[in-house]
């Protein structure tokens, strides 16, 4: 009994949580690089739009379902304006809030834990940690979310903000995309994002067992099958 015991608490327990690589993301209705003189890149298609806000233009950012990216999966924290890309929340010229939405793109379909947003890891930053919420969306299931503060200290406050999605509706979702739109707080309407980071397990398959828990379920099972054994020729 306890083996079996042993072998089933192994095996229930091979769906590790992990970081998720970003494979690409498109960004919409955000400012260019150098609005705010702070600057990111980005690989794929710019197509300015007929928009302003704060007399420079909008754009959409388009080509992450095929690998574009940038200053926000690049793999740095932010550690200047240099190097961190600086979204508006206000009005824009056409009379609407500018509203930006990032998509994330996954490299395949995953269950998401948390996803954490860093927002520029550098003194003079007052910008970073003031988000308060967002909506994140998994394809076509969506939840609103109050944001968490963490991180090292910057002018303003902790740098960070982190999303938990266990206990919302989207927990236990899997998903290939992340939509996060709708955002909340900010510093005087702004926020910055340096990098943004996925946690998660494999959603088609329960996640990839790491090689000493193989050998562990390796262990239960020979220690199963000799006791069968034992059993068969007490018998």
């Not at 961190?84 to 939405?101: C, E, K, R, V």
């Not at 992340?178 to 926020?191: M, N």
Request: proline share 6%; glycine share 18%.
């Amino acid at each position: 009994m306890l083996g079996k015991a042993l072998v089933f608490l192994l095996l229930a327990g091979t769906a590790f949580g992990g970081l998720i690589p970003i494979a690409g993301y498109d960004v919409t209705r955000t400012p260019t690089s150098g609005y705010g003189n702070w600057h990111h890149n980005y690989t794929g298609t710019i197509t300015v739009l007929p928009v302003t806000i704060g007399g420079s233009p909008l754009a959409d950012y388009s080509g992450g379902g095929g690998g574009a990216g940038g200053t926000i999966n690049d793999g740095s924290y932010g550690t200047s304006a240099d190097d961190t890309h600086l979204f508006d929340m206000g009005i824009a010229s056409d009379g609407f809030p500018a509203n930006p939405t990032v998509r994330l793109y996954l490299p395949g379909s995953y269950v998401i834990d948390e996803i954490r947003i860093y927002g520029g890891h550098f003194s003079g930053n007052s910008i970073p940690g003031t988000l308060t919420g967002a909506t994140v969306t998994f394809d076509s299931f969506f939840d609103v979310f109050t944001t968490i503060d963490f991180g090292p200290p910057v002018d303003s406050d902790l740098a960070d903000d982190r999303i938990v999605i266990a206990g919302s509706a989207l927990a236990g979702v899997p998903t290939t995309a992340i939509t996060l739109s709708d955002w909340h707080g900010g510093w005087g309407g702004y926020f910055s994002i340096g990098e943004i980071e996925v946690d998660g397990h494999d959603g088609d398959h329960g996640g990839v067992p790491e090689p000493s828990t193989w050998a562990l379920c390796g262990l239960g099972l020979l220690w199963l099958g000799a006791s069968r054994r034992r059993r068969s020729s007490t018998a």
